[in-house]
């Protein structure tokens, strides 16, 4: 209580960017480098420095930061950010008596290992586009939550995509189509089903792992076989049978949450009906993402803990 009112309150550090490399040898795989931007928040009873001048129990966000930097250093083996993010929350909570949650937020900058002459090159890398993200939250009792994400995985297909059969009312001008680009920039979020501290699993199982291996069912869904593809009656099927298949592939993912902007290809018709100067035939589009389609859903296994 804080003079007869109820505080809640949290500090940490935002935008701490810290990169790790492992210089391992070429014959066993070369270097590894990451570039990760992480933020920590703890849930810590200062409550004399909000209410006083009183600032004995502050975990100085200064320290935070400076506590990633050691963190980072003491990970003399290639951690993935969900291990790493684990280390910062159980050392927030564990360390200090007065801090009692820690949330650590941590997005990485994907850098590529670039093939040269056809080989991967052992100590050379070029920046990627979509981004691996997680968001780790560690309680003192040892209990955690791990989400994992990718942003900006930016996917089109130039056909088997259509949407027919919506409302049809007076607001309705969108014609029926068997024929259309569809293209989205996918967000989706993963769960996994880790509860507490003791039940993390040891090797072989790796969170980086797991994520290439969303992704891939993410993109394999989505566009179907290499030659032939896969028909998608709406964004909305193809999202779920995206999430549906990441929950059936993989038994250690408890939900998944995926955004699908549906991000426009106009037809381009013009000219007037006397002198048309352009008449679409499926191959010149205006691509826009103002307006945009936005589509989301959340798919979880029967009595997963959201
Ligand atoms: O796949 C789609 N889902 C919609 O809900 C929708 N709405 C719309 O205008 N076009 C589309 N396409």
Redesign the pocket.
């Known amino acids: 209580m804080a003079e007869n009112f109820q505080l809640q309150s949290r500090h940490g550090k935002s935008r701490v960017r810290v990169s790790r490399v492992w210089r391992r040898p070429a014959a066993a795989g070369g270097h590894i480098i990451v570039e990760w931007n992480v933020a920590v928040s703890i849930v810590s009873d200062c409550l004399p420095s909000y209410i006083s001048s009183d600032n004995s129990a502050i975990v100085a966000t200064d320290s935070i930061k400076n506590t990633v930097y050691v963190k980072a250093k003491e990970c003399t083996e290639v951690v993935s950010m969900e291990e790493f993010a684990v280390i910062l929350g159980r050392h927030f909570t564990s360390l200090y008596p007065q801090v009692s949650e820690a949330t650590v937020t941590i997005v990485e900058r994907p850098w590529d290992r670039v093939t040269v002459d056809g080989k991967p090159h052992s100590h050379g890398f070029k920046v990627g586009v979509e981004k691996h993200s997680t968001e780790v939250i560690v309680k003192k009792s040892g209990s955690l939550l791990i989400n994992s994400g990718i942003q900006g995985y930016s996917l089109l297909k130039t056909t088997q995509s259509g ?1 027919e059969g ?1 409302v049809t009312d007076r607001y309705r001008l ?1 014609p029926d189509t068997r024929e259309r680009i569809v293209a989205t920039e996918v967000t989706a979020w993963w769960r996994y089903p880790f509860e507490h501290v003791s039940q993390l699993p040891s090797k072989p199982f790796c969170f980086t792992q797991r994520y290439q291996d969303v992704k891939r069912v993410l993109t394999e869904t989505f566009f179907g076989p290499a030659d032939v593809g896969v028909y998608s009656p ?3 099927n193809t999202l779920y049978l995206m999430a549906k298949e990441v929950l059936t592939r993989f038994p250690d993912i408890s939900s998944v949450q995926l955004r699908m902007p ?1 991000l426009h290809f106009l037809p381009v018709n013009l000219g007037s009906k006397e002198t048309p100067l352009v008449k679409f035939a499926d191959d010149v589009y205006l691509p826009t993402d103002e307006p945009h ?1 936005t ?1 989301e859903a959340t798919l979880s296994r029967p009595m997963s803990k959201l």
Do not use: E, P
Request: charged letters at 0%; proline letters at 0%.
């Open positions: 949407f919506f969108l709406s964004v909305q549906n389609g589509i």
